[in-house]
């Protein structure tokens, strides 16, 4: 069980689809998938809560008035570190030859909540 926040969720998508486009071993690309699926359930849930957070404080003209912008954001940020449990295990990519793999280092940031890297013994 993954514990995270609505917040590394959104910074993960990126990061989480550059590695699910790489070569990697079946079981690898198995688990990988089954965390994207899970991820895009929950994306699709702070969607409708976003949606839901704009409708209440945007005007007439779609816009969020000056005044209303510290309580929008006050609400984005609630929603935003809402703690959420994926139902998955770390990841590890120690199983497979690294070298193959194109990976900046916030991609590894925003992905070592997810994935447990090993290079070289290290991690």
Excluded: H, W
């Amino acid at each position: 069980m993954i514990t995270t926040t609505l917040r590394s969720i959104l910074n993960l998508k990126d990061s989480l689809t550059k590695l699910g486009q790489s070569d990697l071993p079946i079981k690898l690309s198995y688990r990988i998938s089954r965390l994207v699926l899970l991820i895009n359930n929950e994306l699709k849930l702070f969607d409708e809560n976003r949606s839901s957070i704009l409708d209440k404080y945007k005007d007439s003209s779609n816009n969020i008035s000056p005044e209303r912008i510290p309580e929008f954001n006050q609400a984005m940020d609630e929603l935003l570190n809402i703690e959420v449990r994926l139902d998955c295990d770390q990841i590890e990519l120690n199983e497979i030859n690294t070298s193959k793999l194109s990976l900046t280092a916030f991609d590894i940031i925003n992905l070592s909540e997810f994935i447990k890297f090993e290079v070289d013994g290290l991690n």
